[in-house]
T-cell receptor
């Protein structure tokens, strides 16, 4: 069974500083993908970054980077140079990379989210 | 450039009433999903459809039915609404299909539908 844990219900960061949002996961599968999504107050879900379990390099997308520590089963999101527009709920998610028609391969499992507030 | 469109955006129901949430995507995606979002619980998968004509249960399917009407449309039906189904519902789609899989199977989400059951 998959499980994603985000232990920080809320986080505050000063504008222009970096912030790390924690995510740990639990899976017995060797092949899986890790995702981060952003949900601003308007409600839509926005894809930020992806890391595959076999990727040797940590993923980066602009100001977002994913600190992937496979042995610890953690996939923390790092946002550099925070901006006011980064204030949102952030969700970590995982998906096992099975082959269809394995049902579990289709399920993207989400954590409970971290509410980030960027202070001016 | 509509992406994933959900209707309605808001709905209030009485216990026992039925309703259907509609979802359509214009990206020629193969897979479609319905999630519900409750406070403190993240998103949970209700049903998904890996391709036209197929549907499968997710984590929380009880009380719901789905129909993959064609490649574009995937509807979610509540036959007899209960207060426990008060939630925000998200439809999503992704390109992946069949045996072709990619780790980076990014889901594109609709704007969400807020449902209240009294």
């Amino acid at each position: 069974a998959q499980k994603i844990t985000q232990t920080q219900p809320g986080m505050f960061v000063q504008e222009k500083e970096a912030v790390t949002l924690d995510c740990t996961y639990d899976t017995s599968d060797q092949s899986y993908g890790l995702f981060w999504y952003k949900q601003p107050s308007s409600g839509e879900m926005i894809f930020l970054i992806y890391q595959g379990s076999y990727d040797e390099q940590n993923a980066t997308e602009g100001r977002y980077s994913l600190n992937f520590q496979k042995a610890r089963k953690s996939a923390n999101l790092v946002i550099s140079a925070s901006q006011l527009g980064d204030s949102a709920m952030y969700f970590c998610a995982m998906r096992e990379l099975g082959i269809w028609p394995s049902g579990s391969a289709r399920q993207l499992t989400f954590g409970s989210g971290t509410q980030l507030t960027v202070l001016p | 450039n509509a992406g994933v469109t959900q209707t309605p955006k808001f709905q209030v129901l009485k216990t026992g009433q039925s309703m259907t949430l509609q979802c359509a995507q214009d990206m020629n995606h193969n897979s479609m999903y319905w999630y519900r979002q409750d406070p403190g619980m993240g998103l949970r998968l209700i049903y998904y459809s890996a391709s036209e004509g197929t549907t499968d249960k997710g984590e929380v399917p009880n009380g719901y039915n789905v129909s993959r009407l064609n490649k574009r449309e995937f509807s979610l039906r509540l036959e007899s609404a209960a207060p426990s189904q008060t939630s925000v519902y998200f439809c999503a789609s992704s390109e992946e299909a069949g045996l072709i899989f990619s780790g980076a199977n990014v889901l594109t989400f609709g704007a969400g539908s807020r449902l209240t059951v009294l």
